[in-house]
């Protein structure tokens, strides 16, 4: 045998070990790739990863005790608030959950497990023949990339957030919310700031308690925010082409926040919509809390001074996730909703400004909620 014909001969053998191998790969890719966009048992893995010693559950003896002060201070707040609001509650609130930092965690994940469904929903209704090893090993890169920065981002949250009014968004007919407290994160906070701890319980829970009132006192707003939610999915899975063009262009710069440059103009339309609840949501709910927080806490000026203050001392990384993140889109709009509320209610009183409460249609814009004087004459027009 030539030396030609060796070589020749050995290609073969290489190249149809090489075609089995990838016939094997090609399966085993298909195989573990799935339909799903995210691992979640590996987000949840890589979030406690990463909260590290953070993650320590709550001692049974602290959370009993801690549960029992929010039970006490919520039936309190509730009388003070009503009165502030000018409506009373359905039923009352005093059912707190007081959660460790991976108990949210794992509140939050369920939330995003059932709207990334629906988006995976749409892409494969949405997908053009069959499945194929490239289509596969995309999804496969992609969801690795998203269990890591989805991940991430609950860690860096589960480290952050205070109190959350769980709204119950995605369940069906009418459900009551509940109010959770994370209570590691509310003694790190109180401790930082150097006040009282039961101080600063109640004032988390003051501000938590407002939301209640806004999803308990008007049947309306949680199906119609649920429907926001939906909404925004089902866009962001079905205008989803293009999207790495619209990154990098949003990347380069421009008007507005980056995560607005890359959306579709129907995707923005629905933001906006959302983005002017929240506002208005947050801004009614600072208003009322302002309003009743002296009648609650004697020292409440001061504590919210500080609380407000503690934005000056985030750091470079911190200050950089929040605009990766969106969440300085996010306080941005709170203040505005805040200047909104203050506006309507020196210019037209406290009752004028409820009617937002009486229906959609009475819902400010977002461009409503940066000039209120507009809203007010909407509305007064509207009447007329």
């Known amino acids: 045998m030539s030396r030609h014909t060796a070589r020749l001969g050995a290609g073969i053998l290489v190249g149809g070990l090489l075609a089995f191998g990838a016939s094997v790969a090609s399966r085993e890719i298909m195989r573990r790739a799935g339909t799903r966009l995210i691992d979640w048992e590996a987000v949840r893995e890589i979030a406690h990863r990463r909260l590290g010693d953070a993650a320590a559950p709550i001692p049974a003896a602290q959370r009993a005790e801690a549960e029992a002060f929010y039970r006490a201070t919520l039936l309190r707040i509730e009388p003070i608030v009503a009165e502030e609001i000018g409506s009373e509650l359905p039923a009352a609130l005093e059912t707190p959950a007081v959660v460790d930092r991976l108990q949210w965690v794992d509140l939050n994940l369920a939330t995003f497990r059932v709207l990334f469904e629906r988006v995976e929903r749409t892409l494969l209704a949405a997908q053009e023949g069959p499945d194929t090893p490239s289509r596969a090993m995309s999804r496969w890169v992609n969801r690795t990339v998203g269990n890591q920065q989805l991940g991430f981002m609950l860690a860096f949250l589960g480290r952050k957030v205070l109190g959350q009014y769980d709204v119950s968004l995605l369940a069906a007919g009418p459900v009551r919310g509940r109010l959770h407290f994370v209570e590691p994160n509310i003694v790190a906070s109180a401790a930082a700031l150097r006040v009282p701890r039961d101080e600063f319980r109640t004032f988390i829970a003051l501000h938590e308690a407002t939301h209640a009132f806004e999803f308990e006192a008007h049947a309306w707003l949680r199906p119609y925010f649920a429907g926001l939610v939906a909404e925004t999915v089902e866009q962001l899975a079905a205008d989803s082409a293009g999207l790495m063009g619209r990154v990098r262009d949003a990347v380069s710069g421009g008007e507005g926040h980056w995560l607005e440059r890359i959306m579709t103009p129907g995707q923005r339309e629905t933001f906006s919509r959302t983005q002017a609840l929240m506002s208005l949501l947050e801004g009614y709910s600072n208003h009322?809390?302002?309003?009743?927080?002296?009648?609650?806490?004697?020292?409440?000026?001061?504590?919210?001074?500080?609380?407000e203050r503690r934005g000056e001392r985030r750091g470079a990384l911190e200050?950089?996730?929040?605009?990766?993140?969106?969440?300085?889109?996010?306080?941005?709009?709170?203040?505005?909703?805040?200047?909104?509320?203050?506006?309507?209610?020196?210019?037209?009183?406290?009752?004028?400004?409820?009617?937002?409460?009486?229906?959609?249609?009475?819902?400010p814009t977002l461009d409503e909620i940066r000039a209120p004087d507009a809203w007010i004459a909407r509305i007064e027009g509207a009447t007329s």
């Open 288 to 307: 009322v809390m302002n309003a009743a927080g002296a009648r609650i806490l004697p020292g409440f000026a001061e504590l919210h001074d500080r609380f």
């Open 319 to 363: 200050r950089a996730i929040m605009r990766v993140t969106g969440l300085d889109l996010k306080m941005e709009q709170y203040a505005a909703g805040e200047r909104f509320a203050d506006r309507v209610i020196v210019q037209r009183g406290r009752e004028f400004l409820n009617r937002v409460w009486t229906g959609p249609e009475q819902l």
